[in-house]
């Protein structure tokens, strides 16, 4: 028996031609994921979300991280009311930048989502057959650590992907996962666009300086062992950890910084696919 199904048996034709209709509105779809977790997936996800807005371009973001789900506290969403049509959800709106999560859901932020593979396929599937997306540049989906149902369910559900961005840290503890999430593209015919390597040293808020917390180059590495871009390495910032918690996107808040000036030289390639 194969370990990496290339089709999904719990997708129906009417739902997969359902989600198929709404993708195609959608020029790249693009997702970030990881095979470990608190690596930053979601910073990276909201960043190069409102980074992509900013552009100028139509962009969704995409939270399938059922059980932690994150983008409504970094945007500052809380409790939002989800407005249903007869065949449609509304997405919420952050600025001029579409968002769906779990969250949005959810009767209190402690509430826990104690759900097996089935039901999470299910939510899913509504997030991107039933949300009300239309045209868009962009829908970034940020994925929940490892490499099991909700990474697999987008990777089946959504055909030919752009690709995805693969987010590390430096140790190898992190290393050793984030490989694995590699060859889960590989297998599934998803393609890698690069690897960022997060918390990669830790910058001064005093002085700027960039001091190594953690051996630094495993992104870099895993890159060139799989021959795939190395988009660039991030240090640990104290505002970026402000602005999550702040509910405001760290690119917004502190534009004028280093580390946001270094976050969107890191988004530039995912920026050009459209140019």
């Known amino acids: 028996m194969s370990s990496c199904p290339s089709k999904n048996p719990a997708s129906t034709d009417d739902d997969q031609k359902k989600i198929n209709a709404r993708m195609s509105k959608i020029q790249h779809k693009i997702f970030v994921m990881s095979g470990k977790g608190g690596v930053g997936k979601s910073t990276i996800a909201v960043n190069m979300a409102v980074t992509l807005a900013e552009s100028g371009k139509k962009v969704g973001l995409l939270d399938i991280d059922i059980h932690g789900p994150s983008v409504p506290t970094m945007l500052g969403l809380y409790q939002m009311p989800l407005v249903q049509n007869e065949n449609s959800i509304e997405p919420v709106l952050a600025g001029n930048l579409k968002v769906m999560s779990i969250g949005f859901i959810l009767n209190h932020e402690d509430d826990a989502l104690i759900w097996r593979g089935p039901m999470k396929m299910g939510v899913i599937k509504q997030f991107l057959g039933d949300v009300e997306w239309g045209e868009l ?7 929940p650590p490892g490499t099991g149902d909700e990474p697999l369910s987008i990777c089946q559900l959504v055909e030919n992907p752009d690709g995805a961005v693969v987010i590390t840290t430096p140790q190898r503890v992190a290393a050793v996962d984030v490989r694995k999430s590699l060859t889960f593209c590989k297998k599934l015919n998803v393609p890698v666009l690069g690897i960022i390597e997060n ?77």
């Open 199 to 275: 918390m990669s040293g830790f910058s001064c808020p005093k002085c700027g300086e960039v001091s190594e917390i953690f051996r630094t180059g495993s992104g870099q590495k895993m890159a060139t062992d799989f021959d795939i871009p190395f988009l660039g390495a991030l240090p640990i910032e104290p505002a970026i950890v402000a602005a999550c918690d702040g509910g405001v996107p760290f690119i917004q808040q502190y534009e004028n910084t280093e580390t946001a000036k270094l976050m969107k030289s890191l988004m530039a390639p995912i920026v050009a696919l459209s140019e």
């Open 137 to 143: 540049d962009y829908l970034i989906v940020d994925c």
